[in-house]
């Protein structure tokens, strides 16, 4: 579903990783893991394609990352990132409005199937100001799924989440996987999401520059030698 | 505080009459060595009155130096630093010293504080920027402003777009914003207005009363009011409120990667967000100087009526004879081009802000600023422009 191959990524003249490497298979729940300033999230801009490669290749089922036209991925950003002038509704309305040919009444459909499917039914007329937290969340995820794409990408989901409610997302993110087959490709470092959710995984670091780890979570905590990613998978064994 | 120097091996005693609980005493011990005995509570707020004294008591001897912590009870978290600061300056000045006697309470905090080890900052402390630096950066900046005719481009290439396909524009926008940028200034723009044919038909009518030539007060204003004033306060209002709060709107939603979300799903936030507001101010700006033409007469004239005895109908033939229609329509015409650069600017100083609150903040006064010059050099221009083709 993703290839990508010898990427470069950074800001200005900063190069933060180099070199990256890595495929998602389709129906994948992959995860980008890393510490805070490890570059997983300007990964991410480059994978969704809102910043230029330093070098290197991102392919999305044989294609770069579209630039404008209809979307081919959902993108879930780490505040959810709805538009505040827009109802929920409005939210979610406006990929299908913009990117089909749908009459109002279809769209209201969708958009209500939609809420459903996240748990927002009965919130279609409520601005993002008035949502918590956790519904901002699965708002965003909602009209990330509007014209249901294959891949969705979601940033740090679970941040700021209490225990409760991130387990709740944790659970939407398995159940539209398994469900609708969806490649989801996740930025996280919440140790509870990766061992719930997510099958295979690359560690990046910023220190190396480049990817340090990859595989499944569960292999990666008991089996890497990398004092950085056994760090990462055992922050208690650390501390102590 | 009550300090004490006595000779030989007596202690020095240093205790704190505001906080009893705080005692320190220096021995001097015979073989050079010395001993710091702190008791009672150290905390930070009991005891930084008399640090300054406890440090003098640190003073290195010729042997080490021991801080006995053996009777404090309490030490907090400040007072934890400062002692360790103590200890390390003695170090670095050479002495030997060492923090003995701690348990419980008081051997964790020291543990805590003292677990890490420093490390010197990662970057110098911002040096003083002189005047030689201020201006080198000040033109640079200009020189990088020039990267904002990109923006322009931008515009441009979002604006054959629009023509191209019309569906594409957000029209959906433009009534509300045509809301919160017109009909929600209207008082505002008329307050300020007649405020302005007010001031200036007084301060014609104070020259013009003197030659008895009192009727041509309507003449000043209705030309100045419509030729210049009113197109130029109206303009100046509408970048303050509206170009503020587009550029403050856009920078948020920079800040709150909404722009981010508008290009992954396949939005063009030119055609999205900045042409409806473009098209917003052009068709406000001209409508609102409309109405400050009128309300700026309408001052001219309380002047006239409460100053100079001219009735209400020989005022508006005065200004009805001086007045043209090119003088309206060539205020209007200004105000068409400081729509679209008070639009452009706030939009592009929008787009471009980062850095969290702070920077939606200075996109904000950027806008403002930058608009209200533009709107000068404008002005000017069309002055220059009307002058040169007889009008």
């Known amino acids: 579903m993703i290839a990508v191959e010898h990427l470069t990524v950074g800001y200005g003249d900063t190069v933060v990783l180099e070199n990256v490497d890595f495929t998602v298979a389709r129906g994948d729940v992959f995860a980008i893991l890393g510490g805070s300033g490890s570059g ?6 480059h994978l969704i394609g809102l910043e230029d490669p330093m070098g290197g290749t ?7 990352p579209p630039r404008g036209g209809a979307p081919t991925f959902g993108v879930l950003f780490q505040s959810g990132a709805l538009f505040g002038s827009m109802t929920l509704a409005e939210n979610v309305a406006l990929p299908l409005a913009t990117w089909t040919n749908l009459d109002a009444h279809a769209i209201d459909t969708i958009v209500r199937s939609k809420l459903r499917l996240v748990g927002l039914e009965g919130f279609e007329n409520h601005f993002p100001a008035e949502l918590s937290g956790g519904m901002k969340k699965r708002a965003g995820i909602a009209r990330a799924l509007a014209l249901d794409p294959p891949l969705l990408y979601l940033d740090e989901p679970s941040a700021g989440l209490d225990p409760i409610t991130s387990a709740e997302l ?6 539209l996987n398994t469900s609708l087959g969806m490649t989801t490709v996740i930025v996280t470092h919440e140790l509870r999401s ?9 560690m990046v670091d910023r220190a190396a520059r480049g990817i340090i780890a990859r595989g499944e979570p569960a292999a990666l905590r008991d089996g890497s030698d990398d004092p950085h990613v056994r760090a990462f998978f055992n922050p208690r064994s650390r501390a102590a | 505080m009550d300090s004490a120097a006595p000779a030989g091996y007596a202690p ?12 320190v005493e220096r021995i001097d011990r015979s073989d050079g060595g010395a001993e710091l005995r702190f008791a009672g509570q150290l905390r930070f707020r009991q005891c930084f009155a008399s640090w300054q004294n406890v440090r003098r008591l640190a003073r290195p001897g010729s042997g080490p130096l021991a801080f006995d912590l053996s009777g404090v009870d309490t030490l907090d978290g400040a007072a934890t630093a400062l002692l360790l600061d103590l200890r390390d300056e003695v170090v670095a000045g050479g002495g030997a010293a060492e923090i003995v006697g701690a348990h419980g309470g008081v051997r964790a905090m020291l543990d805590l504080y003292g677990s890490h080890p420093s490390r010197p900052s990662l970057q110098p402390k911002p040096a003083p920027i002189g005047i030689l630096d201020e201006i080198g950066r000040e033109v640079h900046g200009l020189v990088n402003e020039t990267r904002d005719l990109d923006f322009v481009g931008d515009v441009v290439v979002a604006g054959a777009k629009a023509v191209r396909a019309p569906r594409s524009v957000n029209w959906r926008d433009v009534p ?4 919160r940028a017109g009909a929600d200034s209207v008082p505002i723009v008329l307050v300020i207005n007649f405020l302005v044919g007010l001031v200036t038909g007084f301060q014609a009518a104070v020259q013009l009363k003197q030659f008895g030539a009192n009727i041509f007060v309507a003449d000043l204003v209705g030309l100045s009011v419509t030729r210049e004033l009113a197109p130029l306060m109206t303009a100046i209002i509408v970048a303050g409120r509206s170009g503020a709060a587009f550029s403050a709107e856009l920078g948020t939603m920079r800040v709150s990667e909404e722009i981010d979300a508008l290009r992954t799903l396949g939005l063009d936030p030119f055609t999205f ?5 473009v098209v917003t101010l052009v068709l406000v700006l001209p409508l609102l100087t409309v109405l400050g033409d009128l309300i700026g007469i309408a001052g001219g004239l309380l002047v006239a009526l409460l100053g100079l005895d001219i009735t209400t109908n020989a005022y508006l033939l005065e200004t009805q004879k001086a007045v043209g229609l090119w003088d ?10 400081f729509g679209l650069g008070i639009a452009l600017i706030a939009c592009q100083r929008g787009l471009a802000a980062g850095g969290g609150a702070q920077g939606v903040g200075r996109a904000t006064t950027s806008a403002v600023v930058t608009s209200l010059f533009a709107i000068v050099v404008v002005d000017a221009l069309f002055t220059v422009l009307f002058h040169a083709f007889g009008h």
């Open chain 1, 170 to 175: 944790d659970d939407l993110i398995a159940t």
């Open chain 2, 12 to 23: 020095w005693v240093l205790t704190n009459t505001h906080d009893p609980g705080f005692r």
């Open chain 2, 273 to 277: 967000l900045v042409f409806p507001r």
């Open chain 2, 176 to 179: 509300r914003l045509m809301e």
């Open chain 2, 328 to 337: 309206v329509f060539s205020g209007c015409l200004k105000t068409l081009f």
């Open chain 1, 40 to 45: 997983k999230s300007t990964l991410l801009r």
């Open chain 1, 194 to 202: 990766i061992f719930a959710i997510v099958r295979h995984c690359i």
């Open chain 1, 58 to 64: 991102i392919r999305i089922a044989g294609a770069p």
